[in-house]
């Protein structure tokens, strides 16, 4: 099955800075790509996320992007804010299939 | 459009005892997957369910089961309870034909 490696593990940044978050996916089948992110005690929440067909996606201050010949993609965010500190997962699946292969999730800190 | 719901929020069972989750998906969506969200492990899909029919299922023991109801609610149940099932159960809802999925709260399961 879909294997989803997501690094670094914890990221902290200053406020306004921008920060990185990539993954990598093992199956070449695998066409969608969401990122979540997950506030203390909350549920997680769709970003933003992107399809093969496409090599980046931006919205705001988030952008994604997807190299598939390398199969890894990427989560930038920039000018971060306080409200920004979350755990963000990415994950992996083949559209319309409804299983998600989730990284093991980024704890992004971002430091006033 | 209310969001996903899963009831109940909070449980704590004693080992060898079973446990019913539910989960009401967004008005419109017929796919509810649910994960098994734990510190070490992060999020693994267990199984999703399509028109009262599993579509799919994940890596989880037979103790771990599910329903659809013809109205698109789901249920999982988990049987002689073990200390490691302790977790945070998410259900996710999508839309006919679309991957994008939309989480509830979770059901906090404490195993003692």
């Given amino acids: ?112 | 459009k209310a969001g996903v719901t899963q009831t109940p929020r909070y449980l704590i069972k004693t080992r060898g005892q079973q446990v019913t989750l539910s989960c009401s998906p967004i008005s419109g969506h017929r796919s509810v997957s649910w994960y098994q969200q734990t510190p070490g492990q992060g999020l693994q899909f267990l199984f999703e369910y399509f028109s009262e029919t599993q579509r799919n299922k994940g890596n989880f023991p037979g103790r771990f089961s599910g329903r659809q109801f013809s109205n698109s609610r789901s249920e999982m149940n988990v049987s002689t309870l073990e200390l490691g099932d302790s977790a945070l159960y998410l259900c996710a809802s999508s839309f006919l034909g679309r991957t994008e999925a939309f989480f509830g709260q979770g059901t906090r399961l404490t195993v003692v």
Wanted: glycine residues 6%; proline residues 4%.
């Fill in chain 1, 1 to 112: 099955g879909e294997n989803v490696e997501q690094h670094p593990s914890t990221l902290s940044v200053q406020e306004g800075d921008s920060a990185v978050i990539k993954c990598t996916y093992s199956d070449s089948a695998s066409n969608y790509f969401p990122w979540y992110k997950q506030e203390l005690g909350k549920r997680p929440q769709l970003i933003i996320d992107i399809r093969s067909n496409v090599g980046e996606k931006k919205d705001q201050r988030i952008a994604v992007t997807l190299n598939k010949t390398a199969k890894h993609f990427s989560l930038h965010i920039t000018e971060t804010q306080p409200e920004d500190s979350a755990v963000y997962f990415c994950a992996a699946s083949m559209e319309g299939n409804n299983r998600l292969a989730f990284g093991k999730g980024n704890q992004v800190v971002v430091i006033p």
